[in-house]
């Protein structure tokens, strides 16, 4: 699959581009091998090329790859970048289709072709030198020139490509022509969930290579768990002595090749990630080599490291930035993955395609088990029933292959790999088998995952995405149903095998909800082995409107003809890197140390696979209704990996309200990716119970003219709602039954936005039967229903009040033909936009819902109404606070409202109606009115994942029945009333 330069020259006439359309690898590069740096000299050619862009290949400019080619009129363009990230064309986003029709290998002659010229010098001390010129990425293709003679053709967007150019290469002035293709044969095993973004967008440089060089290297090093021994192997490719040095081990100046047993070496876990650093040394050179001691086996169905079974609490992880598309800065790849541990992520799963170098050079050092993913998807195809898809045609065997070995070559140093994987949604063929067998006979260390081998005839564990909690829990037991295209041996070998969601919990939007319960799955049962969430980055392109303000973009937005909208703005941190309610739900749910307390003790679970808690002091704070009372330190003696423990909790004052402990589990010391009193883990035990607020009454209704005056209250005579609370003016509260959808909402086979849209929650309309005073109560029976159906919902509104509050009981009785559930069963009601600052004490400091509340807890927050926003890239329902017992809204002279829960409600709070947030778009569509709007709400109905994945479980999902609730409103300064 090589060829020299001379051979490609004489094999390929200028401007030919046949191998386009070729299915065959590029052509002319040298064999791939082991990404390392060296003493050598480096050349690096990162900067800013001469660009010009042609919207096909025949209008691409002739013979601009001669080194006299004048190229002053062209542009300017940084490399690495995306050149639609930088004003040349548009970026254009599709999950599953192709964005071209699909005629393999054929591509549209409308093809932009980006032509790129770097004119570069050469030392002196490189005369009559040998030399290599490296790309680490190019999308999609490209075809290389230097000083005017072809070097070959580049495919494999995401693998790297090197030439010798030992013949073309001058000391001197130097020119690089590359002529990049948008489009290529190989764009078809390209139909990764992303952003189509051509360019060359990882490293370029010119290496020396010493006459005593190294070519390539293979680290074998294994940990024997039970002696604890280190065996350590290097295969060497060199043209003259290798020799090894390993200070820390005692390793100094041995051939290379010699096989070393070292005694009680320290392993390399994710936990521990211990690394050696040694040199590989010859005459001329000195490569650094970071050597991380460790065994993967599957043992009695289940994935092993070092002799212990692992759980994965992973994600999956594109690489994307907001602003530089693919070309991702090292530093915002370090603070993806420090962010990563600080949320107790072990685990990455690199979707779709080998990560830029420099990731897994970090990946080692902090510490991720890794599946590294070859540069494969051909997921348009099964719109076609798979017809013609390359997995299974000879043809593109080589292609498939040679993407394998590229990504074996590149990254079999790295320690943090612990599977190595052949793809993504190319469904199965024998292409795929040939990737596999290949691979097993090049590194047998590390096992083999391919989700779409569902029969697992030619992987090492059972893969699947977006299974039901239901359908984990027969896989854990070993029994799901069989296969259908097997026979009973080879369904037998599978339930075998370890379990791993490669994909979970689709991070779209508002969600993932029911997280905890594949957790629970995944701790009880052996087999399951954990998972990946669905993914770690919004990838959102930061844009700004012509007034400046900034939004991200999705797809859809740079006008592309076919697109698959917002799907690509589904991860656990937004695009600017922030974390969202979701990845905050995410580390709560995997904390690896789970305490529970009762009965005046706390029992401590170690969930680590390697280490004991020794890293961790366990801190406590005692709150009276939210207010701290009394803190210290919980003797916890280290707790090994897999064992609990159980302390007695500390003696503790008495408090006269709603009372809390909290423990935390927090850092002892500075760790690499965070700092001394980081919080791991925490638990809440309750130790006073909150004493029940006395119902306002005693005051009588009294009418008024056009309205009645109800203690602080005023309320319209007609309607029976409430207009004036205390000096605040008011508007409602009256039942609310909908929502902005979110993307869960909208997503699966049967989206239940279709169900509450389609049967009219969205415009329910209210017709007030009678208004009737009482000596002690105001009593309002209204009917709720959408229009032109035939259901609804009684619904009677019972007010009580004293001088200063009022206390409402409201019971819904629907009837009729109900949809199966509904968004929320709640109140709405609106205030003045100078109400701007929040107090409540309930769970927060976040926004939680059903099946999305473990992050959160107990206390008292300050916030302000904007602040209680959570700005998804998609607008959707948002920023509801879960189990408040009080909530003060009030603006800067502190006149507002408190609202307390009977026992508990939930709040929301924003400066657009629910209306507003359901036809926007983008944040930017949100404009503050003159209200902010309140929702106050018995219940609501789960988030899910039904974007991609499992709708709401059953314990979750809020069924449209009669329901009563109780909440009471102050007003704020409180004012008693004279007379």
């Given at each position: 699959m090589t060829s020299t330069p001379d051979d490609v020259s004489a094999g390929r006439a200028a401007g030919a581009t046949g191998y386009l359309e070729d299915p065959a690898p590029g052509y002319g590069a040298l064999p791939p091998r082991c990404t390392f740096t060296s003493t050598a000299a480096r050349l690096p050619l990162d900067g800013d090329w001469r660009f010009h862009l042609a919207p096909t290949v025949g209008a691409a400019p002739a013979g601009f790859q001669l080194p006299d080619y004048d190229d002053a009129g062209w542009d300017l363009l940084p490399v690495p970048s995306s050149w639609p990230m930088h004003g040349h064309g548009r970026p254009a986003y599709t999950n599953v289709v192709y964005p071209f029709p699909v005629d393999p290998p054929y591509v549209p002659t409308d093809n932009p072709t980006g032509s790129f010229r770097r004119v570069f010098d050469v030392p002196d001390t490189w005369q009559d030198t040998d030399a290599v010129?490296?790309?680490?990425?190019?999308?999609?293709?490209?075809?290389?020139?230097?000083?005017?003679?072809?070097l070959g053709v580049i495919k494999g967007s995401r693998l790297p490509s090197e030439f010798s150019v030992r013949e073309a290469l001058k000391v001197g002035e130097n020119v690089l022509a590359v002529e990049v293709h948008q489009w290529s044969a190989g764009s078809y095993l390209e139909d990764q969930d992303m952003w189509w973004l051509p360019g060359i967008f990882r490293s370029v440089a010119v290496v020396r290579r010493p006459p005593a060089s190294i070519t390539d290297f293979f680290v074998h090093a294994d940990f024997d768990h039970l002696s604890c021994q280190g065996t350590l192997r290097i295969e060497v490719q060199a043209d003259c002595p290798v020799r090894l040095v390993i200070d820390e081990l005692g390793i100094t100046d041995r051939p290379a090749d010699e096989v070393f047993v070292i005694d009680d070496v320290e392993p390399w876990t994710a936990e521990t990630p211990r690394l050696y650093d040694g040199e590989l040394v010859t005459d001329d050179e000195r490569v650094p080599i970071r050597i991380g001691f460790r065994t993967v086996a599957i043992v009695d169905g289940q994935l092993t490291v070092n002799g212990r079974p692992i759980l994965i609490r992973g994600v999956n992880r594109h690489e994307h930035h907001p602003d530089f598309g693919r070309a991702v800065p090292?530093?915002?790849?370090?603070?993806?993955?420090?962010?990563?541990?600080?949320?107790?992520?072990?685990?990455?799963?690199?979707?779709?395609?080998?990560?830029?170098?420099?990731?897994?050079?970090?990946?080692?050092?902090?510490?991720?088990?890794?599946?590294d993913e070859c540069d494969l998807e051909t997921h348009g195809f099964h719109l076609l029933d798979w017809k013609r898809n390359p997995s299974d045609d000879p043809v593109w065997a080589p292609a498939y292959l040679d993407r394998m070995h590229r990504t074996v070559?590149?990254?079999?140093?790295?320690?943090?790999?612990?599977?190595?994987?052949?793809?993504?949604?190319?469904?199965?063929?024998?292409?795929?088998a040939a990737m596999a067998n290949w691979t097993r006979d090049r590194d047998s260390s590390r096992p083999i995952h391919y989700e779409g081998d569902a029969a697992c005839e030619y992987v090492d564990v059972y893969s699947r995405m977006y299974a039901s909690p239901s359908e984990v829990e027969l896989i854990g037991k070993r029994e799901e149903e069989q296969h259908p295209n097997v026979d009973a041996a080879t369904d037998a070998k599978r339930r075998s095998m370890p379990f791993i969601l490669c994909e979970y919990g689709h991070a779209m939007g508002n969600g993932p909800g029911g997280l905890s319960e594949y957790q629970e799955l995944f701790e009880r049962y052996p087999r399951c082995q954990g998972g990946f969430i669905w993914e770690w980055l919004d990838h959102?392109?930061?844009?700004?409107?012509?007034?400046?303000?900034?939004?991200?973009?999705?797809?859809?937005?740079?006008?592309?003809?076919?697109?698959?909208?917002n799907f690509v703005i589904d991860g656990l941190v937004f695009p600017n890197r922030t974390p969202s309610p979701g990845l905050l739900e995410f580390k709560k749910v995997i904390e690896p140390v789970v305490m529970n307390g009762a009965d005046g003790s706390l029992v401590i679970e170690n969930h680590y696979d390697f280490v004991t808690t020794a890293h961790l002091i366990f801190r406590w704070t005692l709150e009276s209704e939210g207010e701290p009372v009394a803190d210290g330190l919980l003797a916890v003696p280290p707790v090994g990996a897999g064992q609990r423990h159980e302390v007695a909790l500390p003696k503790l004052p008495r408090t006269d309200a709603e009372s809390w402990l909290t423990v935390q589990a927090v850092l002892v010391a500075d760790e690499p990716w965070a700092a001394a009193g980081h919080e791991v883990a925490w638990t809440q035990v309750q130790v006073r119970r909150r004493d029940p607020e006395p119902t306002p009454t005693g005051r009588r209704p009294q009418l008024r003219s056009d309205h009645i005056v109800f203690g602080p209250g005023v309320f319209d005579a007609a309607r029976g709602e409430l207009r004036r609370l205390g000096g605040l003016e008011v508007s409602g509260p009256r039942l609310d039954l909908w929502r902005a959808p979110t993307d869960n909402d909208r997503g699966g086979e049967h989206p239940e936005e279709g169900w509450w849209r389609g049967n009219g929650l969205h415009r329910l309309q209210h017709r007030t039967i009678d208004v009737k005073l009482g000596r002690t109560e105001l009593v309002v029976h209204t009917r709720v229903a959408p229009p032109a159906l035939g259901f609804g919902a009684y619904v009677t509104y019972r007010w009580q009040a004293n001088e200063t509050g009022l206390a409402l009981t409201v019971q819904v009785e629907p009837r009729g033909q109900w949809p199966d559930s509904v968004p929320r069963i709640g109140l709405r009601m609106r205030v003045p936009s100078t109400v701007d600052?929040?107090?409540?004490?309930?769970?927060?400091?976040?926004?939680?819902y059903p099946d999305s509340d473990r992050a959160v807890r107990v206390g008292r927050y300050q916030s302000t109404v904007d602040a209680w926003q959570t700005p998804y890239v998609f607008p959707q329902e948002n920023g509801n606070r879960s189990g408040v017992r009080w909530a003060q809204l009030?603006?800067?002279?502190?006149?507002?409202?408190?609202?307390?829960?009977?026992?508990?409600?939930?709040?929301?709070?924003?400066?657009?109606?629910?209306?507003?947030?359901?036809?926007?778009?983008h944040t930017t569509d949100l404009v503050a009115s003159d209200h902010v709007h309140v929702n106050i709400d018995a219940a609501l109905h789960g988030l899910g994942t039904a974007a991609c994945g499992p709708g709401v479980?059953?314990?979750?999902?809020?069924?449209?029945v009669d329901t009563t609730f109780a909440v009471t409103f102050s007003a704020l300064p409180v004012e008693i009333e004279e007379g």
């Open positions: 010129l490296r790309f680490d990425g190019v999308d999609s293709c490209a075809r290389v020139w230097l000083n005017g003679r072809e090292t530093e915002a790849m370090r603070e993806d993955l420090l962010l990563m541990k600080r949320h107790n992520v072990n685990a990455i799963r690199t979707s779709h395609y080998p990560p830029h170098p420099a990731m897994l050079d970090l990946c080692d050092e902090l510490g991720f088990w890794v599946i070559e590149r990254d079999k140093n790295h320690p943090s790999i612990v599977l190595w994987s052949l793809g993504n949604e190319s469904h199965t063929g024998a292409n795929l959102g392109i930061r844009q700004h409107t012509a007034d400046g303000r900034e939004f991200f973009a999705y797809g859809g937005d740079f006008g592309e003809p076919i697109h698959d909208g600052s929040v107090e409540f004490f309930g769970l927060g400091p976040g926004e939680s009030t603006d800067a002279d502190g006149l507002g409202l408190r609202i307390g829960g009977q026992p508990t409600v939930n709040v929301a709070a924003r400066r657009w109606t629910t209306e507003d947030l359901d036809a926007a778009r479980l059953p314990a979750y999902q809020l069924r449209p």
